[in-house]
């Protein structure tokens, strides 16, 4: 099991591909588990529990349904358990690095400087978790890095925009 977890750490440090994952349905499910219940329980300071636990859902078909799609365009649909495994479990990894800056931005007056840090870091974590996508992209694809890039920033926002528009905040509710 420490394998596993020192190969995806390996991916968050883009030093590991997919393809070094066991292609397993076992640590397919586990991982797409984990990312589920540690997403929905860091996204409580914005989403009450039901509507986060059925925007996360969302969120995982929609990514599915993309990664599924863009294998069986490319002819390689037997690449799709290590290639969402990868993806889950660097989300899991990403979910954990974010979450205490979510509650840092709930809990302090936007103006503190610790708020301000907090929205920093949290940018650099995005931007960090969509090049890794890219990475896992790249290889799963068989693309060039750029091209991987753009696809995975085009995943993001699409599978974001679908999640805000079907289920928005809170606040848009009322």
């Not at 986060?52 to 599915?64: A, M, N």
């Not at 090049?131 to 753009?150: C, P």
Request: aromatic residues 6%; glycine residues 6%.
């Amino acid at each position: 099991m420490s394998s596993v977890l020192q190969l995806f750490v390996s991916l968050v440090r883009l030093r590991a591909r997919p393809q070094d994952l066991p292609a397993s349905d076992g640590l397919l499910l586990v991982c797409a588990i984990l990312l589920a219940v540690t997403t929905t329980l860091a996204l409580q300071p914005f989403y009450p529990l039901t509507i986060g636990s059925v925007r996360v859902g969302l969120d995982l078909l929609l990514q599915v349904i993309i990664v599924q799609g863009a294998l069986r365009v490319i002819g390689h649909p037997e690449r799709f358990r290590q290639t969402f495994t990868a993806i889950c479990g660097t989300g899991v990894i990403f979910t954990l690095l974010a979450w205490p800056l979510y509650t840092i931005l709930v809990d302090r007056d936007p103006s503190h400087p610790l708020a301000g840090a907090s929205v920093l870091l949290v940018l650099g974590i995005y931007v960090w978790a969509v090049a890794v996508l890219g990475h896992i992209l790249r290889h799963a694809l068989e693309v060039r890095m750029s091209a991987a890039l753009a696809f995975a920033l085009l995943y993001v926002v699409v599978t974001t925009a679908i999640g805000e528009t079907v289920l928005p905040p809170p606040e848009e509710i009322q």
